[in-house]
């Protein structure tokens, strides 16, 4: 049996890959530590929480305590690391949380698995650190060409300089230590789950609500586009046939502009749920400080050595998107919270009217499983 130490495992891509696992996996043994701030929900797992296999544990990267008691009573083979701060607005405003938990917290992670996984400078080959990074560590792209897993990192904001960081420090502990780690570079995700700060969920959340559609700049900012599922086979696919010490970047070939994708799901949502949501609800605001123009990656390493590829096309997972929002309506309201009103506000206030958002705080005390020995 394999024990997979997941971190950030209630938000977005981490409670996919969970969904993933129980449902393609067999004899394994899933651990899911989130402090369930920022965009941790719980709710995501209800399917899976009174599951025998499934344990959940509140708390944080940081705690070094808790992270290596972790380590030292369970049998962990996998750490598949997605836990971090990913707003790049939100680093902008305040950097420092993000390189807390995104660096700090990284480096607790490391400490922990090289303490318990070494012996006499060895590590068993069962043993795998799996870093989830992102495609925003490259920087700005030009009109043409691809990135590469050889292109040189260069980021342009504090989110990206921290997820950065962290993977030098994986890196590092890999060079230095001989730790076995997988390093993976997505592209920009979408599906169920996601927190409704990100472009997919907040243009579809105020589409049911007939408010403003707010767009940086132009509109014209391209992003390589890959549905949540696809990125949850890739890590398994790094995970069973990857290098050791190897970086693999995973995306889906989908360029669309801001614009494109507000589009998309306007015109969905008008001929399929409600016409009174047209183009005219898309309003252009001020552009995003550094805002890097276009992002996209060549995933062809990771197709040919791990025979990996997406399977979901954009014009299918974006109407599985907006259906899966459009049916899941109470999951919206519970999942925005006062703090999410109040950033809204500051960000948005003085441009849109955010009537689309809901006022419901969230509750944890509901709750039920541990790890037992913590």
């Known amino acids: 049996m394999k024990t997979y130490l997941i971190t950030g495992g209630a938000g977005f891509i981490g409670a996919n890959y969970i969904h993933y696992l129980m449902k393609n996996k067999q004899n394994i043994q899933i651990i899911n530590l989130d402090n369930l701030e920022y965009s941790g929900n719980p709710e995501n797992l209800k399917e899976v929480e ?4 499934y344990r959940f544990l509140k708390g944080d990267i940081c705690d070094r305590e808790l992270v290596c008691q972790l380590f030292h009573e369970a049998e962990i083979d996998y750490v598949v690391h997605f836990a971090a701060m990913t707003h790049v607005d939100r680093s902008i405003e305040s950097a420092r949380p993000f ?13 922990a698995a090289l303490e318990a996984w070494e012996t006499d400078g060895q590590f068993p ?12 560590v490259y920087g700005d792209l030009r009109a043409e060409g691809y990135f590469t897993e050889d292109t040189p990192i260069a980021p342009r904001n504090p989110y990206s300089a921290s997820k950065a960081s962290a993977e030098m420090l994986v890196r590092a502990f890999g060079e230095t230590h001989g730790l076995p780690y997988h390093i993976t570079r997505c592209s920009n995700n979408y599906g169920p789950y996601q927190f409704p700060e990100k472009l997919i969920p907040l243009l579809i959340h105020n589409c049911l609500r007939h408010a403003e559609l707010p767009i940086y700049g132009d509109g ?14 890739a890590i398994e696919a790094v995970l069973k046939r990857g290098k050791p010490g190897a970086v693999y970047n995973i995306g889906g070939h989908n360029e669309k502009t801001t ?13 399929h749920h409600d016409p009174a949501v047209t183009r005219d609800l898309i309003r252009y605001v001020a552009d995003r400080k550094g805002h890097d123009r276009r992002y996209a990656i060549d995933p062809r390493k990771t197709r040919e050595e791990l ?22 309506t109470e999951w919206l309201s519970h999942v925005v919270s006062g703090e999410y009103l109040e950033y809204y506000e500051r960000h948005y206030g003085s441009k ?15 709750l039920r499983r541990r790890v037992p020995c913590l």
């Open 307 to 328: 025979f990996w590829k997406p399977s979901v096309t954009f014009e299918t997972g974006i109407i599985k998107t907006i259906q899966w929002y459009l049916e899941n």
């Open 50 to 53: 009174e599951l025998s296999h």
């Open 259 to 271: 614009l494109e994708i507000a589009e998309i799901i306007v015109d969905y949502i008008h001929d």
């Open 352 to 366: 849109t009217k955010p009537d689309a958002i809901y006022n419901v705080p969230y509750k944890v005390d509901t």
């Open 125 to 136: 080959g069962s043993k795998k650190f799996l870093y989830v990074s992102t495609d925003e």
């Open 220 to 233: 014209q900012n391209i992003r390589d586009w890959l549905y949540v599922e696809d990125h949850c086979s």
């Open 99 to 111: 390189i807390h938990s995104n660096i700090e917290g990284t480096l607790t992670l490391l400490e």
